[in-house]
């Protein structure tokens, strides 16, 4: 199983960035798919999550601003970002989870900086 994230980097305050996690390995249509992010110093928390179903759940502090999706047929998870803050600057993990089964990508730096 591998969870491959992109699309992180720098960028300015109100900026937007996309990342992408594309999964192979799992039947990527049955997973529940979520971005987390870890800022130095803090423990990883859930930003963003999509059932197989796709409904959606947000944290409370990017509600508004962030959108996941998912491509089933590109086995590919979505966040797009946007009004970027500095407090956003973490790691980006993508997640993977089906009941027991749960699987994390490498995670994607993303730096919000002026």
């Known amino acids: 199983v591998q969870l491959q994230a992109s699309g992180g980097g720098l960028v300015q305050p109100g900026g937007s960035l996309r990342l992408s996690c594309a999964a192979s390995?799992?039947?990527?249509?049955?997973?529940?798919m979520g971005w987390y992010r870890q800022a130095p110093g803090e423990q990883r928390e859930l930003v963003a999550g999509i059932t197989s179903g796709g409904i959606t759940n947000y944290a409370d502090s990017v509600k508004g601003r962030f959108t996941i999706s998912r491509d089933n047929a590109k086995n590919t998870v979505y966040l797009q970002m946007a009004s970027l803050k500095p407090e956003d600057t973490a790691v980006y993990y993508c997640?993977?989870?089906?009941?027991?089964?749960?699987?994390w990508g490498q995670g994607t730096l993303v730096t919000v900086s002026s």
């Open positions: 390995g799992i039947t990527f249509s049955l997973y529940a």
């Open positions: 997640n993977a989870r089906l009941r027991q089964m749960v699987y």
